[in-house]
């Protein structure tokens, strides 16, 4: 009896990753059993790993081959990319990348772009496939080129072990996804703006143990989104977790982020800007942030553009914080909503927040409603109001990560390929195990 109860815990346990979640995440048939089914290794279609020959046609071929069940396979190697590819109809498909894809042509776009799949998995079995972008060509010149990888209307689907280094562009966008898993994955880049890392919109998913270090979004969330859990977040150094930018129709609900570690990142920044609809139910549990320039923020009026009516922003709970900002110039707790439409239920729970700068913070609120810092009571009804208070020393110290980045990339160089770690919050083990299979599946 207590054996059976335990077998459905574990397998629970496996599929519901939290109550956060709705419902499972992932494929539905493992890489094996797609790699029993059939195999179509990018060699046998004419790619070679010789760092010159374009992969996009051989790969493109692979997939159509496989896609209807069974694993495109890409072994340990180096592969120039020149024609960009779009995956489609997938049904029971995976993507084994073994080896490293290096973009060759400065077209923009999406290098992989995966879409209307189901039961999908892209992963390496060594944990030591790659993309590297040599994004520094373009960007020291001022522009940008394509995206690393884009997912559209993707379900069922894993996205692990896998480094993406220096993007021209963004690293990865799920687009309107339902029941994915993104994991044991290291982002790298410039830090420069327009290099985001994972931009999520879509539903029931689960990101874990993920490091990025950019210019930009670390793990951000779009709308529409719901049930979505963020957890063991490494932003070594980069522009930071957000909600938003938030235009017209907004409608997220449900988002937990867990373990968010921020070297010189913010940990989330909820940002509107006019548009409509609503965010609520959005927890931020178990921080640690240095150096964050704006480190806890609601901005509901960071533009000039003010046409629309604005976002509803409700039911937020911030809890378990340590950490400091950069400059005590600016609020270390930011929140500030619309004059028309003040937010409510807003909790903060041993928030402590410091600077590097000074001997005092400041907090700021405007319009917004709960405990905790400057919220004011919601019986105080929906009228305007600013605040800005300043408060003493809390306490603050934290943890640090073994090998936090002191300064960021420089952008005239090529960088190498990191492993993927195997350690992304202090003291808190990865969800999964990095995969060391050899060969297809495993098959080998
Ligand atoms: C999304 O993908 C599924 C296949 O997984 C397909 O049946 C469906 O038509 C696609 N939806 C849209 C809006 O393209
Ligand atoms: C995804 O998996 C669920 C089972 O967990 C299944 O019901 C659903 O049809 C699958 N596909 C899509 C497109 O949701
Ligand atoms: C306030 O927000 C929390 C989540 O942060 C939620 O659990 C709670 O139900 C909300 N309270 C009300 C009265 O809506
Ligand atoms: C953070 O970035 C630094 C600089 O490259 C790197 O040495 C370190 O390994 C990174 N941290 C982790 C845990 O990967």
């Known amino acids: 009896m207590l054996k059976a109860a335990l077998f459905v815990l574990a397998l629970l346990s496996h599929s519901f990753a939290s109550a956060q979640l709705s419902g499972r995440v992932g494929p539905l048939t493992t890489y094996a059993a797609k790699a029993a089914v059939k195999v179509c290794n990018v060699l046998d279609y004419g790619a070679k790993s010789d760092s010159s020959t374009d992969l996009g046609p051989p790969l493109a071929t692979a997939w159509v081959a496989c896609r209807g069940g069974g694993l495109v396979y890409i072994p340990a190697g180096n592969y120039a990319m020149s024609t960009w590819v779009s995956l489609r109809q997938g049904s029971g498909a995976a993507i084994q ?185 959005v927890t931020w549990d178990t921080v640690i942030v240095h150096k964050g320039p704006y480190v806890l923020a609601v901005n509901e009026a960071w533009g000039t553009d003010r046409g629309s009516i604005g976002v509803q922003v409700k039911n937020l709970y911030y809890k378990n914080w340590h950490g400091y900002n950069t400059v005590n110039s600016r609020p270390v707790i930011r929140l500030e909503c619309d004059p028309d439409l003040p937010c409510y239920n807003i909790t903060l729970n041993n928030v402590n927040l410091w600077t590097a700068d000074g001997d005092y913070v ?43 980045l002191a300064s960021a990339f420089p952008s005239t160089v090529s960088f190498t390929i990191p492993p993927v770690p195997t350690t992304f919050y202090p003291d808190a083990a990865p969800s999964s195990k990095l995969l060391s299979i050899s060969g297809p599946g495993g098959l080998n």
């Open 362 to 404: 400041t907090w700021s609120c405007q319009n917004a409603y709960g405990t905790g810092a400057c919220l004011r009571s919601a019986n105080n009804g929906l009228s305007t109001y600013t605040s800005v208070t300043t408060a003493g020393k809390t306490y603050y110290a934290t943890s640090y990560m073994p090998s936090d």
């Open 97 to 281: 990348l073994d080896g490293t894809i290096i973009r060759a042509s400065d077209t923009g776009g999406n290098m992989i772009s995966i879409e209307d799949s189901d039961d999908f998995e892209f992963f390496s079995g060594t944990s030591k496939g790659a993309m590297q972008g040599y994004g520094y060509k373009l960007i020291s010149q001022g522009t940008f080129g394509a995206r690393f990888i884009r997912f559209t209307n993707v379900s069922n689907f894993s996205i692990h072990g896998i480094a993406l280094v220096d993007s021209a562009s963004y690293y990865l966008v799920f687009d309107t996804c339902t029941n994915g898993e993104i994991y044991n994955l290291i982002l790298r880049g410039i830090q420069i703006g327009e290099t985001d890392g994972i931009d999520i919109w879509g539903q029931n998913i689960w990101v874990h143990d993920v490091e990025v270090t950019n210019g930009d979004e670390c793990v951000t969330i779009k709308s529409p989104s719901k049930y979505i859990l963020v957890e063991s977040v490494y932003c070594n150094i980069s522009g930071g977790n957000a909600i938003g930018s938030l235009g017209t129709g907004t409608d997220i609900s449900n988002v937990l982020y867990r373990r968010i570690y921020a070297n010189q990142a913010d940990p989330c920044y909820l940002k509107t800007n006019g548009g409509d609809g609503t965010v609520s139910d």
